[in-house]
């Protein structure tokens, strides 16, 4: 097995000056802290003892101080795993903060050009493309690549990017390079500054300064780390409401963020992150086939998502919802735990390589939707939108009128399609009341004023009306009537914002009294595998292998590990 090194954020050497009762400590080579913090910023993929991925996590940011304490004590290694160590005359707590802190700076760049790693020659062909027309552009590698047994999986893509400004501004060029010269784009974000400060740890008589980091670890073996004071909620967003200790498997560190205030990040195993992240995902006690393949699903979306997001942070993910919401120990439960035992190193491939774009929802409500007409870009294959009937492909069984034998839903079909038989996989009354097949009333008052909010110059709302729909019949344009003119919506999260926090666009409407009813079906974006599908099929008696080769065409899976 072809592993990188179990390294994990570890430097030669570092400054560390640490002060007790006894006096102060030795200093050592400062050149070694930016090692270290090149590091915590990069997309290095490394693996545990144990020979499972090490993922670094975010906890909070934006602190002016950071609570930790275990039972039995905790050790201080300022120079990650494998280096010296403190531990307190004080007890079991340590309260850090930063001294002398000084923010980051960063800048986004335009993307106009996404190429794959091996075009050498696309990508040579695009800078110079975009030199004529004024730019210096230049390129930014995204993802990682990692080799176990033979098997090299590669999530890079090269994106060619041009015209930087400062932060913040990069929306309003991008959009205007895009009406420019007619191309798609996205903004880039470059870290051209790390931030920089003293973080200070204190317990009791005990204390460390070293510059940026400190990390932390439970002094006991199987002990976990509580950090005190968590924002709860979507993830760790000052903004939250409510806070709440958190406990967390594996190392604690503490750096800085953008804004030179501390963040707090758990470098943990890929097992005790599923354990915490799975059954947040599906019910536990769902059949333990379903199970295992969300425990297959989740470990692909983890191993996708590194080196593709949070790149300007000192964390891996993050851990709100737009990369899966973590929420640390105490949260396993051992039927999905066994799902993640059982499946250890699965993930989910393209039969042309390279993993899976993972998606999943609550329930597709009897149909799958195209990732295009969800969030744009270019179509997946193995992202397509289909019948969840129980006569389709690997499913086995007779059709007896899901979706009424519609390979797509339309206006024309949808009412017959709401009405229809209920013999989906997805139709799990027990487990998914309200998720299925739902109906929602809004006045035309509360239309209006969510309306105005936005397109005031819409006045008071007398029609809505699909424009556009996708296979699924999951709305993709909408088309709003006033008394002063009409505007079309688009985006599927948008428009079900804007209509009070609809399910799923999968719905039809007609004006009844003085207000709307909106009847509908499934619960969310309805791209990849369906969970209550998933459930449905696995009570049943298909396996995670069945399950997973419904919803994702075109895959198969590989144990990595």
């Not at 991925?53 to 290694?77: D, F, N, Y």
């Not at 929802?361 to 295009?372: K, P, Q, R």
């Not at 390979?407 to 299925?436: E, M, Y």
């Not at 008394?483 to 985006?491: K, N, Y």
Request: proline share 4%; with cysteine.
């Amino acid at each position: 097995m072809l592993r990188l090194p179990f390294a994990p954020l570890v430097a030669a050497a570092v400054i560390v000056a640490v002060t007790t009762a006894a006096g102060p400590a030795a200093v050592a080579d400062e050149t070694s802290a930016t090692d270290k913090l090149r590091i915590l910023y990069s997309t290095r993929f490394t693996f545990t003892d144990d020979g499972l991925p090490l993922v670094t996590v975010e906890i909070m940011s934006g602190q002016k101080v950071v609570h930790l304490r275990a039972r039995g004590g905790v050790t201080v290694r300022p120079d990650g795993a494998g280096g010296s160590a403190v531990d307190s005359d004080g007890g079991d707590a340590w309260t850090v903060t930063v001294e002398g802190a000084r923010p980051a700076v960063l800048q986004d760049w335009t993307v106009v050009e996404t190429l794959a790693p091996e075009d050498t020659g696309g990508v040579s062909a695009a800078l110079a493309r975009w030199k004529s027309r004024g730019f210096d552009p230049r390129t930014f590698e995204l993802g990682t690549v990692f080799g176990v047994d033979g098997e090299v999986i590669d999530t890079r893509e090269v994106r060619i990017a041009v015209d930087p400004v400062a932060a913040g501004k990069g929306a309003a060029r991008a959009a205007e390079t895009a009406r420019r010269f007619g191309v798609a784009t996205s903004v880039q974000p470059e870290l051209v500054r790390r931030p920089s400060g003293m973080i200070v740890a204190r317990s009791g008589a005990t204390v460390i300064r070293n510059p940026s980091v400190l990390w932390f670890q439970p002094r006991r073996p199987g002990e976990t780390l509580t950090v005190a004071d968590v924002p709860t909620g979507t993830g760790g967003s000052q903004l939250e409401t409510g806070l709440e200790d958190r406990r967390y498997w594996g190392s604690v560190y503490v750096t800085l963020d953008h804004d030179g205030a501390l963040v707090a990040a758990n470098a943990v195993g890929e097992d005790k992150l599923l354990a915490g992240l799975v059954p947040a995902e599906m019910y536990a006690d769902a059949p333990a086939a379903a199970l295992e393949a969300q425990a297959i699903a989740a470990r692909t979306e983890l191993l996708q998502k590194i080196g593709r997001r949070n790149l300007t942070d000192p964390f891996l993910l993050c851990s709100s919802q737009q990369c899966q919401v973590y929420a640390g120990a105490g949260k396993e439960d051992p039927r999905t735990t066994r799902a993640i035992e059982a499946t250890r190193g699965v993930v989910l491939l393209r039969d042309g390589g390279g993993l899976i774009d993972v998606r999943y929802s609550a329930s597709c409500g009897g149909h799958g939707e195209d990732n295009d007409a969800i969030w744009g870009g270019e179509p997946d294959p193995s992202l397509r939108g289909r019948s969840d009937g129980r006569s389709d492909g690997a499913s086995g069984g007779r059709s007896d009128g899901a979706s009424g034998g519609m390979s797509r839903i339309t206006d024309d079909n949808l009412g017959a399609f709401l009405d229809g038989r209920r013999d989906a996989w997805c139709n799990q009354p027990r487990l998914g009341k309200g998720k299925f097949r739902w109906t929602e009333k809004i006045s035309e008052a509360d239309v209006t004023a969510r309306v105005a909010a936005e397109y005031p110059e819409v006045g008071r709302v007398r029609r809505l009306a699909a424009r556009k729909r996708g296979a699924s019949g999951r709305i993709g344009v909408l088309a709003i009537d006033g008394d002063r003119g009409r505007v079309e919506v688009t985006g599927d999260l948008h428009i079900r914002r804007l209509l009070g926090g609809l399910k799923s666009t999968l719905f039809e409407i007609s004006r009844q009294g003085d207000g709307f009813v909106i009847r509908g079906a499934g619960f969310g974006h309805g791209v990849g595998m369906c969970q209550m599908g998933a459930i449905g099929m696995a009570s049943a008696g298909r396996s995670h292998a069945q399950i997973l080769a419904h919803y994702f065409r075109g895959s198969h899976l590989l144990r990595l590990y």
